[in-house]
């Protein structure tokens, strides 16, 4: 019997790697892209505002394709402004003091003072148009 054929590890030569030829509209593609990606990430990183963010991006699409160029990579680093804190609403004693909490209270409270002592509430009730001169 004969032995099987061995095989040696030989060292490649590193073939080279022919380049295509972009065509014009992957560039503008890719530009645009790259620019939507860089607003995002500014956005995200808290350095532009939702407005600011929305006209960015009407911008970038809205351009003549000819005219967004970008051949320069993007910023890795970038030192972030605060973070944004997200809107809120009116605070605790704000909503307390709505007209809507106010209405309420007074038909709740007036509720229970008639379950409770029916006759006052009625005479509180009459003498109100007295109290205002009627």
Do not use: C
């Amino acid at each position: 019997m004969s032995e099987p054929p061995h095989l040696a590890l030989v060292p490649a030569e590193p073939m080279p790697v022919a380049e295509v030829p972009a065509s014009a509209d992957y560039h503008i593609v890719h530009d645009r892209l790259t620019s939507l990606e860089r607003l995002t990430r500014l956005f995200e990183q808290g350095a532009l505002s939702e407005a600011e963010f929305a006209a960015e991006k009407m911008l970038i699409l809205g351009l003549p394709a000819d005219e967004l160029v970008l051949r320069d990579a993007a910023p890795v680093h970038f030192v972030p402004a605060e973070p944004r804190r997200p809107q809120q609403g009116p605070s605790l004693v704000g909503r307390m003091l709505s007209w809507k909490f106010l209405a309420l209270s007074l038909v709740v409270g007036f509720g229970f003072s008639f379950g409770t002592q029916p006759d006052e509430t009625i005479r509180f009730f009459n003498q109100i148009p007295r109290f205002f001169g009627a």
